[in-house]
């Protein structure tokens, strides 16, 4: 997962030259979005503190809830304790903020090889002298506050990491890729439930008669970006796609599409799954989606310490690649390529740019999309008509993590930046690209650009998928 990536030392600070890109790729500050490249220095520093206490806010929502004992746990091998977590977000902080961009001596040198994510698989985490909660926290919240002051007085420009807060941004953004990883925590632990979260609206009155799915056109587009300022390195640089025409879901698959596939014998026949997905299917006993058990002739599901009926109109949530790639095999159809997901997301026929969101290059509001755990569940299928693409399609941003059928490759022309260990160390096919982002996933972190990767036999992250058919030509 993207969470556990590290730095390697950040590169010695080049100056930039008006107009010009840095040497390593970073754009120029004059090319950035006004959102944040145009604004005036000490308004940039609110952004920057504003994204960097929110972040906060909500890991403390997230460790707070628990006692010491549940933040010691490992509530399952593929996860972290979530004082792991905790401390991990404040000793990147240190590293890249405290040391990289203000620096500043190490804090705690002896901790770092503790908080090392590629040093320490998850499953051995819990056995390493960690920092205890009190002390977790004390760390963290001392390192934010220095970091408040490096803010404060930086001038944000005249070297790549500084340039529009592109570290403070990385950081506000790493971290709140945490806290999404101490949901899914929070989703695996068992006992009473931790969390509270109003619902999602009810779906809009359209929802019901909107088409199945939507034509995108041949022709081609701009992936990817060079502008974007926090953006990382694997969405650069933008390049021309070309593709043929394809139909794309107007939704993500329901949980009620999906329990036709249950109901059919989806999992009891090969033919739906390919040759690695039928022997995992088989070892790993998979017969319905993770969390959902079949009881008195209901399907109900877990959902953060509850169990409750599955809502049929809801995006289908945790399956494995494997699964939503059998369920679009037996529907006649595909997954979509990440370009093809892209293009629909982003491509504005009427001008032929692209988009930063969806809906245009405002960023998320609630109208938009369900993000940033306002929900703790993805909302009804056909919601959000104000986050719909130029070519109707709803739900490309929030609600679910979408799987693609592209492995986690390099775009042409890529350069690792600020450190190799981010993203090109999981390029290849062991990995499978998600897109879009999901109700766990903050603003800051999610954009159109935005690619996620995971193992294709992951479930239990926050993903549900679409699907995609060829037009044929002539």
């Known amino acids: 997962m993207i969470d556990d990536a590290r730095p390697a030392g950040a590169p010695a600070a080049t100056p930039a030259t008006p107009g010009r890109p840095h040497p390593d790729g970073t754009p120029p500050r004059d090319s950035l979005p006004p959102e944040l490249g145009s604004l005036p220095l000490e308004t940039l520093r609110e952004t920057i503190a504003a994204e960097l206490l929110a972040a906060r806010a909500r890991t403390a929502a997230l460790?707070?809830?628990?006692?010491?004992?549940?933040?010691?746990?490992?509530?399952?091998?593929?996860?972290?304790?979530?004082?792991?977590?905790?401390?991990?977000?404040?000793?990147?902080?240190?590293?890249?903020?405290?040391?990289?961009?203000?620096?500043?001596?190490?804090?705690?040198?002896?901790?770092?090889?503790?908080?090392?994510?590629?040093?320490?698989?998850?499953?051995?985490?819990?056995?390493l002298p960690l920092l205890p909660p009190p002390e977790a926290r004390a760390y963290a919240h001392e390192v934010r506050g220095r970091v408040l002051d490096l803010l404060g007085a930086s001038p944000l420009e005249g070297a790549p990491l500084l340039d529009a807060g592109f570290a403070f941004g990385m950081i506000a953004q790493h971290e709140q890729q945490h806290d999404e990883t101490m949901l899914i925590t929070h989703q695996l632990r068992k006992g009473a439930p931790a969390l509270a979260a109003p619902p999602p609206p009810p779906a809009p009155a359209d929802a019901a008669t909107l088409?199945?799915?939507?034509?995108?056109?041949?022709?081609?587009?701009?992936?990817g970006t060079d502008t974007e300022p926090w953006a990382l390195d694997n969405e650069r640089p933008a390049h021309q796609v070309g593709l043929p025409a394809f139909r794309l879901d107007t939704t993500p698959v329901t949980n009620g599409a999906y329990r036709r596939f249950i109901a059919d014998g989806g999992y009891d026949e090969p033919r739906w799954w390919t040759?690695?997905?039928?022997?995992?299917?088989?070892?790993a006993g998979l017969t319905a989606p993770l969390f959902w058990r079949h009881e008195g002739g209901e399907w109900l599901r877990r959902r953060f310490g509850l169990l409750e009926p599955v809502p049929a109109d809801e995006p289908v949530l945790h399956v494995s690649w494997y699964e939503a790639d059998a369920y679009a095999r037996w529907a006649g159809r595909r997954l979509?390529?990440?370009a093809e997901w892209e293009k629909a997301a982003r491509h504005d026929p009427a001008s032929g740019r692209s988009r930063r969101y969806p809906w245009g290059d405002a960023a998320p509001g609630p109208e938009h999309a369900n993000l940033g755990q306002r929900h703790l569940r993805p909302a009804p299928a056909g919601s959000y008509p104000g986050g719909e693409s130029p070519y109707g399609v709803r739900q490309l941003m929030g609600d679910v993590w979408e799987w693609t059928a592209s492995d986690f490759r390099p775009y042409?022309?890529?350069?690792?930046?600020?450190?190799?260990?981010?993203?090109?160390?999981?390029?290849?096919?062991?990995?499978k690209v998600l897109r879009g982002g999901c109700f766990a996933v903050a603003p800051v972190a999610c954009r159109g650009t935005f690619r996620n990767w995971d193992y294709p036999v992951r479930r239990q992250i926050f993903a549900g998928f679409r699907t995609a058919v060829d037009v044929e030509a002539g």
Not at 99 to 111: A, S, T, W
Not at 211 to 223: C, H, R
Request: charged share 25%; glycine share 6%; with cysteine.
């Open 63 to 127: 460790t707070d809830c628990v006692e010491d004992h549940d933040l010691t746990a490992q509530h399952s091998p593929l996860m972290s304790p979530l004082v792991w977590d905790l401390a991990h977000i404040g000793n990147q902080e240190e590293l890249w903020l405290l040391r990289n961009v203000g620096g500043r001596d190490p804090m705690h040198p002896e901790i770092d090889p503790l908080y090392d994510a590629f040093e320490h698989p998850r499953a051995e985490r819990p056995s």
């Open 211 to 223: 088409p199945a799915d939507v034509l995108i056109p041949a022709g081609p587009f701009t992936m």
């Open 275 to 283: 040759a690695e997905g039928w022997a995992h299917r088989q070892q």
């Open 336 to 338: 979509p390529t990440e």
């Open 412 to 431: 042409p022309g890529f350069r690792a930046w600020p450190y190799k260990e981010y993203s090109e160390v999981f390029f290849g096919p062991e990995y």
